[in-house]
T-cell receptor
Framework: LAKTTQPISMDSYEGQEVNITCSHNNIATNDYITWYQQFPSQGPRFIIQGYKTKVTNEVASLFIPADRKSSTLSLPRVSLSDTAVYYC????????????FGRGTQLTVWP | DTGVSQNPRHKITKRGQNVTFRCDPI?????LYWYRQTLGQGPEFLTY????????KSRLLSDRFSAERPKGSFSTLEIQRTEQGDSAMYLCASSLDGGDEKLFFGSGTQLSVL
């Protein structure tokens, strides 16, 4: 599976838009991109997934350029409660739940 | 839908003891996974069940680790002869069959081996 690279940490202030970019240069044609969020002492929580272009849900947007070698998770107007670790993952159907999480990006939102 | 439930939330044991953790997945989910997470790292895949069949266990860390899902509902993860290096958060997740790898995780069992 394609390895992902994302910043170790990011800081933001309440009300700002946060964009976390993930690189996955070796992504394969049948790979999907998914993002999870994890708070301390909790399991990860699915945020969003996509294959190409743009996907939006009630929580976030995911932007994937045409070459699919990177993706950007966009969190609009963050609040203190968005402080968490965000994981970018690449998977394919045959992965059967063997998701590789890496170390993720620690997002800290300040008042 | 009460989510994925894991028990106990915390477990403290002495080196050499056996421990068992339980996971109750979301009721209609037929896929169940176990992951392990150490401080500062992302979750690491251990094993996977589809119904009662354990389809992937090559990532179980040693033969001291075993998992079961006897009736295709709840699952248990057992660690025999625990070692200090086994101290970690053990996470269970479940999902629906269908190729969408949207996993629902429990809150985990934090194991401390003294």
């Amino acid at each position: 599976l394609a390895k992902t690279t994302q910043p170790i940490s990011m800081d933001s202030y309440e009300g700002q838009e946060v964009n976390i970019t993930c690189s996955h240069n070796n992504i394969a044609t049948n790979d999907y991109i998914t993002w999870y969020q994890q708070f301390p002492s909790q399991g990860p929580r699915f945020i969003i997934q996509g294959y190409k272009t743009k996907v939006t849900n009630e929580v976030a947007s995911l932007f994937i350029p045409a070459d699919r070698k990177s993706s950007t998770l966009s969190l609009p107007r963050v609040s203190l409660s968005d402080t968490a670790v965000y994981y970018c993952l690449v998977y394919r159907g045959s992965t059967l739940g063997r998701l590789y999480f890496g170390r993720g990006t620690q997002l800290t939102v300040w008042p | 839908d009460t989510g994925v439930s894991q028990n106990p939330r915390h477990k403290i044991t002495k080196r050499g003891q056996n421990v068992t953790f339980r996971c109750d997945p979301i009721s209609e989910h037929n896929r169940l996974y176990w992951y392990r997470q150490t401080l500062g790292q992302g979750p690491e895949f251990l094993t996977y069940f589809q119904n009662e069949a354990q389809l992937e266990k090559s990532r179980l860390l040693s033969d001291r680790f075993s998992a079961e899902r006897p009736k295709g509902s709840f699952s248990t993860l057992e660690i025999q002869r625990t070692e200090q290096g086994d101290s970690a958060m053990y996470l269970c997740a479940s999902s629906l069959d269908g190729g969408d790898e949207k996993l629902f995780f429990g809150s985990g069992t934090q194991l401390s081996v003294l």
